[in-house]
């Protein structure tokens, strides 16, 4: 059972361009948001984090936001840059157990 | 400070066969967990340890183990392997409770 949901394994962007990478949660339990980024033949690397107390985080060019009463968050690019095109992970926990990812979203950022 | 380390980084086995993948964390880092990636599901949860013993277990089948060493390292078993094994298996560590995952680039492993 999938408890952390990214609906679209893939997205294009236009470089300069907003990319909105999408996440839905099912566990009320979770209160700590996490994005990775992953590049082909490496690890995901943490990329931006928000606590359930929190809406938004804000981290250069990357924002989270939080939308607990739908369970739902997202990650905003702004501008998006050609070497931002990676697999996105959306990930989330509760207290220090482990982390539950999504299915990825493929970002291509098109120049 | 060298960062997580996985190996080997690919193998190929037959069905049957066992494998056994290695994983040295970031040294100081007292937990290691273990995810399988395959296309479509994202990264699952196998496992993970902290001070040699299992603290937290994936929905996997038992043919899934794992060990932790009392240098952190830590051993990922798979017994019996069937083609649908065949995935990326990420090591990842971090010193301890809510603190920062860090991923390992991943043992690929292609079972024929």
């Known amino acids: 059972d999938q408890q952390v949901k990214q609906n679209s394994p893939s997205l294009s962007v236009q470089e300069g361009r907003i990319s909105i990478l999408n996440c839905d949660y099912t566990?009320?339990?979770?209160?700590?948001f996490l994005w990775y980024k992953k590049y082909p033949a490496e690890g995901p690397t943490f990329l931006i984090s928000?606590?359930?107390?929190?809406d938004k985080n804000e981290d250069g060019r990357f924002t989270v936001f939080l939308n607990k009463s739908a369970k739902h968050l997202s990650l905003h690019i702004v501008p998006s840059q050609p070497g931002d095109s990676a697999v996105y992970f959306c990930?989330?926990?509760?207290?220090?157990?482990?982390?539950?990812f999504g299915t990825g979203t493929r970002l291509t950022v098109i120049p | 400070k060298a960062g997580v380390t996985q190996t080997p980084r690919y193998l190929i086995k037959t069905r049957g066969q066992q494998v056994t993948l290695s994983c040295s964390p970031i040294?100081?880092?007292?937990?290691v967990s273990w995810y399988q990636q395959t296309p479509g599901q994202g990264l699952q949860f196998l496992f993970e340890?902290?001070?040699?013993?299992?603290?937290n277990k994936g929905n996997f089948p038992g043919r899934f183990s794992g060990r932790q060493f009392s240098n952190s390292r830590s051993e990922m078993n798979v017994s019996t392997l069937e083609l649908g094994d065949s995935a990326l298996y990420l090591c990842?560590?971090?010193?301890?409770?809510?603190?920062?995952?860090?991923f390992g680039e991943g043992s690929r492993l292609t079972v024929l």
């Open positions: 990930a989330a926990r509760f207290g220090a157990n482990n982390l539950f």
């Open positions: 340890y902290f001070s040699e013993t299992q603290r």
């Open positions: 990842a560590s971090k010193w301890v409770g809510t603190g920062e995952l860090f």
């Open positions: 566990n009320s339990m979770f209160d700590y």
């Open positions: 040294s100081g880092h007292r937990s």
């Open positions: 928000i606590s359930s107390i929190k």
